[in-house]
């Protein structure tokens, strides 16, 4: 009788343990069926989150390209500045090359180049093509135009050195340039470098106001200038390396 009680005890004990089991492996199967969930939700998101930086990225490409057609047909409109901003892009990027930079620094000051001027489009066209010396009111309109063109390209993420590049490159070595006042290195590498290929191409173009200077007479002009206004070492490469060396492809290719 007892051994028969005790049978029955341990039965009743052997199906409680297997019931026991039975719900652990059923929580077990269920954590992990969530586990899978949550695993395949996270690539999900990870997946998703890789294409809508790819858009963002090529959104903000597209204004780029944007910003670049306007900055053109700024120029366009006006013979004297026409192709400007192309020659300067093309002297930047030859001499950032001969500098030393890396791709990417060399592409973005290829682009800031072309991009210099575009805050001009907010400046009077009776200002743009004056003939004559502007005004004391003139000139402080002119002068926004550094600050106007890095707040138009501010927005996108992926030129963000391109931006001070183009909010600097009026700064002058000693400190009198506009529109920060900042002298030496405290100038982006990128806005001194930009500053020498303007300052040539714009000695080298006929303007309003003046005939286009030879070769010859801008490095004098341009050397005189050797740490007043322009940074001596790269104004070494430029003349050295880059005016007389073989063109590189055009910073759009």
Known sequence: MAADVALSQALAYARDLRNLYEVTRAREQEVERARDKLRAAYQQSL?????????????????????LGLANALEAKDEYTRG??????????????????????????AQS????DLGKIA???RILRKAGPLTDDEWQVMRRHPLTGA????PLEF??????????????HDGSGYPDGLAGET?????RIIAIADVYDALTSDRPYRRALDHRGAHERM????????????????FDKVIDAPPRPSPRD
Do not use: N
Not at 88 to 103: F, K, M, S, Y
Not at 113 to 116: D, N, T
Not at 163 to 168: E, T, W
């Open 47 to 67: 997946t998703y989150a890789v294409d809508l930086k790819k858009t963002h990225r090529k959104l903000q490409s597209s204004i780029l390209q944007s910003l």
């Open 84 to 109: 400007h901003s192309d020659r300067v892009a093309t002297l930047a990027r030859r001499l950032a090359l001969a500098a030393g930079l890396g791709a990417r620094e060399v592409v973005t000051i």
């Open 113 to 116: 180049g072309l991009l210099h």
């Open 123 to 125: 400046v009077p066209e």
């Open 151 to 154: 707040q138009i390209v501010a």
């Open 159 to 172: 030129f963000a050195d391109g931006a001070l590049i183009v909010r600097h490159h009026h700064e002058r």
């Open 187 to 191: 100038i982006p590498l990128g806005a």
């Open 223 to 238: 050397t005189a200038e050797a740490d007043h206004t322009l940074d001596r070492r790269l104004l070494g490469i430029f």
